[in-house]
């Protein structure tokens, strides 16, 4: 029998024992790189965020292993505080201009001044010749501050120096409106979250106007994390963000940057403006049932058709009254023309006079709660059940009687909620309406740069709806829609739909006259798909025109006229309306595909 014996393992081959945080603290291990901030309204570099680094790969050479360890070891602050200092030891050394912003939790802050103290304080000029006024500390929040008189008492000593105080990451879900109300920070940074597609996002557009109401209100400014693309950057800058960073604008390194990168930089210098996404509304405007509610008498289960008769007669104006139970729960609900019809019949006072209401009311009443949206209440428009129109509805609170709603109400609400809904999109091609278009003409001329104004019209669209239906007709609006969308950069072309079959296209592309002769030329193509066989061997349908007589009218085209807008010619937006309303007269009138014409 043969004895295998094995070498012991050799040492070279036993795994290192793992680095800690404790060593790199000590053996001076910790490098910092520096990330650009730039100033979107010029494109000058405002300033770097410090980015640790432990040793180059190693398990802890990037920040959310390296704190994770520093947790594990129960050196969290000690870590933040020598992480501040290396990055002032290597701004010094780098020699870099602007502000130097630093990231450090609440408790480790405090725990730095106070450690500090009578040696002259970790943000003094004296401890690495760094000017307290070219430092700003970024507030983290990974745990929520519990002694805010500690961390206002540091802020305080801090803003005596010179050094400024930014919220870092707001909203992460960890940052707090209030504590940027406790502390007043100079500069707000906002989560990359809502910089990140912002052009394909209404809702984060609207965030970010509300915070810059906000920084206006508490008196700071806005720098947005996370920039990634020109897009973004553009909608950033023009929205009136104050400070941009990303890695568009300059990736961290250990030297920074003395200028954004070429990508930021052409956008930067670009008069272009952004394409802004639209929030669509809803048609509603916040209008709930209770707005329509009117104040009204009721009567108890027990009540006689006597009683009700006199209730009807003292209240003139009333279009039913509602039946409730001893809870004021609605259990019925009596139109007036239907029980005046009744009791003016032969023998219906002696017969059921002194019967109680209920008999001949409605048991299934529509029955909504006082916070029910419009949106919701317009079902009833079109439900089978259209005894809700007439006699109307009762609104509750908590299932307790409040009042009346009428159906004529209803519809006037809905209605006006709808036009207003349609100013802002309209709800056939779900494009943004007249007040969008309008502001994006104001943004354009207020921009100082030249832009084309484009105004796209159907050509005897009115005989073809008129043939072949409402259906069809609205099948032809939304197909120039989809062409005029698919041929214009959704980054620089504004495309608007003013309502029926009249669109604005507001243009900063170059190549604007080649997409308009595309938009017309595809169009005109796909349109004849929606004509009949007969209709396009005869090349257009016999139908009514405008006066009534019938005549034969051609497949459905598609006309637009455009007006150039040099900077300065012209000053509202009203103006450029109405030019390019001219130009797509011409180009009806003269039987145009495309007319062209200057300010």
Same mark, same amino acid.
């Given at each position: 029998?043969t004895?295998?014996?094995?070498?012991?393992?050799?040492?070279?081959?036993e795994?290192?024992? $793992?680095?800690?945080?404790?060593?790199l603290?000590?053996?001076?291990?910790?490098?910092?790189?520096?990330?650009?901030?730039?100033?979107?309204?010029?494109?000058?570099?405002?300033?770097?965020?410090?980015?640790?680094?432990?040793?180059?790969?190693?398990?802890?050479?990037?920040?959310d292993?390296l704190?994770?360890?520093?947790?594990r070891?129960?050196?969290?602050?000690?870590?933040?505080?020598?992480?501040?200092?290396?990055?002032?030891?290597?701004?010094?050394?780098?020699?870099?201009?602007g502000?130097?912003?630093i990231?450090?939790?609440?408790?480790?802050?405090?725990?730095?001044?106070?450690?500090?103290?009578?040696?002259?304080?970790?943000?003094?000029?004296?401890?690495?010749?760094?000017?307290?006024?070219?430092?700003?500390?970024?507030?983290?929040?990974?745990?929520?501050?519990?002694?805010?008189e500690?961390?206002?008492?540091?802020?305080?000593?801090?803003?005596?120096?010179?050094?400024?105080?930014?919220?870092?990451?707001?909203?992460?879900?960890?940052?707090?409106?209030?504590?940027?109300?406790?502390?007043?920070?100079?500069?707000v940074?906002i989560?990359?979250?809502?910089?990140?597609?912002?052009?394909?996002?209404?809702?984060?557009?609207?965030?970010?106007?509300?915070?810059?109401?906000?920084?206006?209100?508490?008196?700071?400014?806005?720098?947005?994390?996370?920039?990634?693309?020109?897009?973004?950057?553009?909608?950033?800058r023009?929205?009136?963000?104050?400070?941009?960073?990303?890695?568009l604008?300059?990736?961290?390194?250990?030297?920074?940057?003395?200028?954004?990168? $070429?990508?930021?930089?052409?956008?930067?210098?670009?008069?272009?403006?952004?394409?802004?996404p639209?929030?669509?509304?809803?048609?509603?405007?916040?209008?709930?049932?209770?707005?329509?509610?009117?104040?009204?008498? /009721?009567?108890r289960?027990?009540?006689?058709?006597?009683?009700?008769?006199r209730?009807?007669?003292?209240?003139?104006?009333?279009?039913?009254?509602?039946?409730?139970?001893?809870?004021?729960?609605?259990?019925?609900?009596?139109?007036?023309s239907?029980?005046?019809?009744?009791?003016?019949?032969?023998?219906?006072?002696?017969?059921y006079g002194?019967?109680?209401?209920?008999l001949?009311?409605?048991?299934?009443?529509?029955?909504v709660?006082?916070?029910?949206?419009?949106?919701?209440?317009?079902?009833?428009?079109?439900?089978?059940?259209?005894?809700?129109?007439r006699?109307?509805?009762?609104?509750?609170?908590?299932?307790?009687?409040?009042?009346?709603?009428?159906?004529?109400?209803?519809?006037?609400?809905?209605?006006?909620?709808?036009?207003?809904?349609?100013?802002?999109?309209? =709800?056939?091609?779900f494009?943004?309406?007249?007040? =969008?278009?309008?502001?994006h003409?104001?943004?354009?001329?207020?921009?100082?740069?030249?832009?084309?104004?484009?105004?796209?019209?159907?050509?005897?669209?009115?005989?073809?709806?008129?043939?072949?239906?409402?259906?069809?007709?609205?099948e032809?609006?939304?197909?120039v829609a989809?062409?005029?969308?698919?041929?214009?950069?959704?980054q620089r072309?504004?495309?608007?739909?003013v309502?029926?079959?009249?669109?604005?296209?507001?243009?900063?592309?170059?190549?604007?006259?080649?997409?308009?002769?595309?938009i017309?030329?595809?169009?005109?193509?796909?349109?004849?798909?929606?004509f009949d066989?007969?209709?396009l061997?005869?090349?257009?349908i016999?139908?009514?025109?405008?006066?009534?007589?019938?005549?034969?009218?051609?497949?459905?085209?598609?006309?637009?006229?455009a007006?150039q807008?040099?900077?300065? /010619?012209?000053?509202?937006?009203?103006?450029?309306?109405s030019?390019?309303?001219?130009?797509?007269?011409?180009?009806?009138?003269?039987?145009l595909?495309?007319?062209?014409m200057?300010?």
């Amino acid at each position: 029998m043969t004895t295998l014996i094995y070498p012991a393992p050799s040492r070279s081959l036993e795994r290192p024992a $793992p680095l800690r945080v404790q060593t790199l603290i000590s053996e001076d291990l910790l490098t910092t790189l520096f990330q650009p901030i730039v100033q979107l309204d010029c494109g000058l570099i405002y300033g770097h965020e410090a980015l640790v680094r432990g040793p180059a790969g190693s398990a802890l050479e990037y920040p959310d292993a390296l704190f994770a360890a520093g947790r594990r070891e129960g050196l969290t602050v000690e870590l933040e505080v020598r992480c501040a200092a290396q990055a002032l030891k290597d701004w010094s050394r780098h020699k870099l201009g602007g502000r130097l912003l630093i990231n450090m939790s609440a408790a480790a802050l405090t725990h730095a001044l106070h450690d500090e103290q009578g040696r002259g304080g970790l943000f003094s000029d004296e401890a690495f010749g760094v000017a307290p006024g070219s430092i700003m500390i970024e507030l983290t929040e990974h745990e929520r501050v519990t002694d805010i008189e500690s961390l206002r008492r540091a802020i305080t000593a801090l803003r005596r120096q010179g050094v400024g105080i930014a919220l870092d990451d707001f909203g992460d879900g960890r940052s707090s409106l209030r504590l940027w109300s406790e502390i007043q920070p100079d500069i707000v940074k906002i989560d990359k979250y809502f910089s990140h597609d912002l052009p394909a996002h209404a809702e984060k557009l609207q965030t970010f106007r509300a915070l810059l109401q906000l920084a206006e209100t508490f008196g700071a400014q806005l720098i947005a994390e996370g920039i990634e693309s020109a897009e973004e950057l553009r909608v950033l800058r023009d929205l009136g963000v104050t400070f941009g960073q990303g890695w568009l604008i300059g990736r961290p390194s250990r030297e920074g940057a003395t200028e954004a990168l $070429p990508g930021a930089r052409t956008v930067l210098a670009s008069s272009d403006i952004a394409v802004l996404p639209e929030l669509r509304r809803a048609s509603s405007n916040g209008v709930t049932a209770e707005r329509l509610m009117m104040e009204a008498v /009721t009567v108890r289960e027990d009540a006689s058709h006597e009683q009700l008769f006199r209730l009807f007669n003292e209240h003139e104006q009333l279009h039913a009254i509602a039946v409730l139970n001893a809870k004021d729960e609605p259990v019925a609900l009596v139109d007036r023309s239907q029980f005046i019809n009744r009791w003016a019949k032969p023998f219906f006072n002696d017969l059921y006079g002194r019967h109680a209401c209920t008999l001949f009311a409605n048991p299934s009443p529509l029955i909504v709660d006082a916070d029910t949206g419009i949106e919701a209440l317009t079902t009833v428009l079109t439900s089978a059940d259209q005894r809700y129109l007439r006699e109307g509805f009762i609104i509750t609170r908590e299932g307790r009687y409040l009042g009346l709603g009428t159906g004529e109400q209803l519809v006037r609400s809905v209605t006006e909620a709808r036009i207003e809904a349609a100013r802002h999109a309209n =709800p056939l091609t779900f494009l943004p309406g007249n007040i =969008p278009i309008s502001q994006h003409i104001g943004r354009l001329l207020t921009s100082g740069r030249g832009f084309v104004a484009a105004y796209a019209d159907l050509n005897h669209f009115k005989p073809f709806n008129d043939e072949y239906g409402y259906w069809r007709g609205d099948e032809m609006i939304r197909l120039v829609a989809r062409v005029a969308s698919s041929h214009c950069d959704s980054q620089r072309d504004f495309l608007g739909h003013v309502g029926g079959d009249d669109f604005v296209m507001l243009f900063q592309s170059d190549d604007w006259e080649l997409r308009c002769e595309q938009i017309v030329t595809r169009f005109n193509d796909l349109a004849r798909n929606l004509f009949d066989a007969a209709a396009l061997q005869a090349g257009g349908i016999m139908a009514e025109d405008r006066h009534g007589d019938m005549r034969f009218h051609p497949c459905t085209t598609l006309s637009i006229g455009a007006v150039q807008i040099a900077p300065g /010619t012209l000053q509202r937006p009203e103006q450029v309306a109405s030019a390019a309303a001219t130009a797509k007269r011409h180009a009806k009138h003269e039987q145009l595909s495309v007319y062209v014409m200057a300010a």
